[in-house]
């Protein structure tokens, strides 16, 4: 019986995007729990922290093979990013399920305008090692990109979603004086995973293990390193845009911490969502004009 259920969970779960997802078997996830915990933990973490690997188009893999490769090392993945241009640096940090080729729509006005774009695909994601990733590994990444020296002279940092969220705990813990943008933060990773965790069935003594292991991992809290109490210890203005409308990661948040810190400065849109913002193009001009505005050329 146990190996059956195993087998129907495993078939028909495909828990991939944060925050939401296709909830076919949260009845079997609770049977599977109560029956074999351990077994249960072990296919949640296979299924539920395994991202999507996002085909791009043929226009994205010319421009990817036109760029500089760089790599760099994170908790044993190898990490490939490239970089195009000359000058200051702008960073691209993408979400869940995505890859760094897919800011492309804000790449060419940069280049055109003096700017050397960087991006990488994070673990687990794109060209990247991995099978497996979580917010606190792509934290890590941003911080292990900038202490090992990767591309120097970054300026500004763009980031989108769960990326968002991993460039405020680098900004707050490493108090690095860069100009960023932020859209779509999710600023309680922690509360989107547990209310995913309850959306699908599965038992609170699974899902609160699976966190304290992950805890446990990488020296990290949920609690303490939520990215909206860090926030408050960025010293350089950021600016957030947010969609009213967005159902993955909330636009209470955004507006709440930009109510209560000086250096958070909001723009909210309405009707796009949590995805379509990211290529809006209005949301694209208005990115490419401040980063020209906060990070001059020369």
Known sequence: ??????????????????????????????????MAPGLTGSLVKRNF????????????RRFLNKGRRFQFQVHGKTIYGWQWGRGPGILFVHGWNSRGIHFGRYFRT????????????????GKSQGRQTNFFEMADTIT??????????IKGIVAHSLGAAAVIKHLAERETEIEAV???PALQPGKILRQTFRRHGIPLPVSKKLIQDLERQYGYSLLRHSPHRLARRITSRVLIIHDRDDHITPYAESRKISEGL??????????LGHKRLLNDPEIVELVQAYLMERCPVG
């Open 1 to 34: 019986m146990t190996s059956q259920v195993i087998s129907a969970l495993d078939k028909s779960t495909n828990v991939r995007d944060m925050g939401r997802g296709d909830y076919r078997c949260p009845h079997l996830f609770a049977l599977m729990g109560r």
């Open 110 to 125: 940069l280049l055109d305008n003096g700017y050397r774009i960087v991006t990488y695909d994070a673990p687990a994601h």
């Open 144 to 153: 292990a990109f900038f202490k090992q020296a990767v591309v120097p002279d």
């Open 262 to 271: 000086n250096q958070m400065v909001l723009h909210t849109t309405t009707g």
């Open 49 to 60: 922290f395994a991202p999507s690997n996002r085909k791009i188009g043929a226009h994205g």
């Open 182 to 184: 932020l859209l779509a």
